[in-house]
């Protein structure tokens, strides 16, 4: 399904289902102008998404000859169906540099097996690392290798015909997810740095201190830029950007709390065990109903909450097998000093 979301520059979002996943869908964004086009992302590497990518840029006649494919960052989601779109095509693909090399790691490095190390010392069952390895849709659906792409830094443009593209690096989500800004039109292409109907997901990533900590700063860094326009990789955009950037901001603070509470009634506890009490918005399911691809993401953002916790001092990770985390202070002391202020 094509959409046509903007007429000057010429915007159309291609709607690619994510079967079986609770983000229901990606929106591809494919910008044109004079002649040349920019895709934005591309879905998981899957038949459903694969389909519904060539019809919508069959329906709007995309020539290969003059187009490039921007990725805003790693996940599969996003990049999965690189290959499938790109291969044989000559066409040049944008990546940010961060995100980029962290994604060769991922594929021919050894990442992913000291991720699936650092949750097995967080409290993740063994047997569920094991298990995610084949139904983990980061791996199963991502791309079928290594792609060649060229390197993106903050404040880099992409020159589209007349249209100028400006890159803003918003680590969180993603150790270097970008966005796209249009300063002419003020239209910002958000990625999964800002949704309006979920919350993206900030999860504690190998070689970051504290993934929460970047990204709230990331958000402060976007509430600056004037906005006419946000465009999200996922559902849809129904709020004004600027209250989105402060609801979910308090919702961390919301979730630091609760995080706070539940070490103080029950320390010492895993971060799998933390994640076990704590409220997340599963349609009321309990967390032994929980598929075990949702724990997983439960669980890297009950850790990111923690390196919060543990950066600013405010709790202690005591050493084991299994790591177990305890605060420093009383629960109302930890709550003060919770800063979710802009650093300068």
Not at 189 to 205: G, K, M, Q, Y
């Amino acid at each position: 399904m094509v959409t046509k979301i903007n007429d000057k520059p010429t915007i159309f979002q291609i709607h690619i289902p994510l079967p079986d996943n609770p983000l229901k869908n990606l929106n591809c964004y494919v910008l044109q102008s004079k002649g040349e086009t920019l895709i934005i992302d591309t879905g998981f590497n899957r038949p459903e998404c694969k389909q519904a990518m060539e019809e919508g840029l069959s329906e709007l006649g995309v020539d290969f000859c003059h187009t490039s494919l921007f990725l805003t960052h790693l996940h599969s989601d996003h990049t999965g169906l690189v290959y499938n779109l790109m291969q044989g095509k000559n066409c040049p693909i944008y990546m940010g540099k961060t995100d980029y090399d962290y994604f060769v790691d991922t594929t021919v490095g050894d990442t992913w097996i000291q991720t699936e190390h650092r949750f097995e010392q967080e409290g993740f069952p063994k047997e569920y690392t094991t298990a995610l390895r084949n139904t983990n849709p980061a791996r199963s659906f991502a791309p079928s290798g290594v792609f060649p792409a060229i390197m993106m830094y903050d404040g880099d443009t992409l020159q589209i015909g007349d249209c100028t593209l400006k890159t803003i690096l918003v680590a969180g989500h993603t150790p270097g997810q970008m966005c796209l800004y249009i300063e002419k039109e003020q239209i910002l292409f958000t990625a999964d740095h800002i949704l309006f109907d979920i919350t993206p997901n900030i999860t504690s990533w190998i070689g970051v201190k504290d993934s929460l900590g970047d990204y709230i700063q990331s958000l402060y860094k976007i509430k600056k830029i004037p906005i006419q326009l946000a465009l999200p990789a996922h559902r849809k955009n129904h709020m004004n950007v600027y209250e989105r950037i402060d609801q979910i901001i308090e919702h961390h603070k919301i979730r630091l709390e609760n995080t706070i509470d539940i070490l103080a009634q029950n320390q010492p506890l895993t971060a799998y065990e933390t994640a076990s009490f704590m409220k997340w918005s599963m349609r009321g399911k309990c967390w032994e109903d929980f598929p075990i691809t949702q724990r997983w993401f439960a669980v890297g953002e009950t850790m990111a909450h923690l390196d919060y916790l543990l950066v600013r001092g405010l709790a202690q990770k005591i050493p084991g097998v299994v790591f177990k985390y305890r605060l420093l202070y009383s629960a109302e002391n930890c709550k003060k000093r919770i800063d979710l202020s802009e650093k300068n």
